[in-house]
């Protein structure tokens, strides 16, 4: 299992980060090599199914989800439900006041492809991480200029 937990301070309320990380159309301006897309339901309620296409050119995968939690403006849980990306994942933003808010980002991913998947993880991971950081960071600026 590969558990990851990420987290980045952001000066603006809740109801704004949410707002933000919820705008699946403009993901991609802040999350690394990513574009998402609603492509069914409405993408605000559980049972809506999101499309995020990450890679460069015709490198890359399709990770479909589903949403199964949806409590606005605090929390959105999905089930990762394609063949090279499974498990769950999701986010929470918490408020630190009127003015500022934490997003936790989180995944909880099952490796593809057994024993070789867990050793390319070991190997993959550090990178991910890194640009989940980075992403994270470049939301923060994302959602601040919303607010």
Do not use: Y
Request: glycine share 12%; with cysteine.
């Amino acid at each position: 299992m590969i558990d990851v937990v990420e987290r980045v301070d952001v000066v603006a309320p809740a109801a704004v980060v949410w707002a933000a990380v919820t705008d699946w159309h403009n993901q991609g301006a802040w999350m690394l090599g990513t574009r998402v897309r609603v492509v069914g339901g409405d993408g605000r309620s559980v049972g809506s199914r999101l499309w995020a296409r990450t890679g460069v050119g015709p490198l890359g995968f399709t990770d479909r989800m589903e949403i199964t939690r949806w409590e606005p403006p605090v929390a959105c849980e999905v089930a990762h439900v394609g063949g090279l990306v499974r498990g769950t994942g999701g986010f929470r933003v918490e408020a630190r006041g009127v003015s500022r808010s934490t997003l936790v980002w989180w995944e909880r991913l099952t490796p593809p492809f057994g024993v070789a998947g867990n050793l390319a993880w070991k190997v993959t991971g550090p990178a991910f991480r890194l640009g989940v950081r980075h992403s994270l960071r470049r939301f923060a600026d994302f959602a601040e200029a919303r607010a």
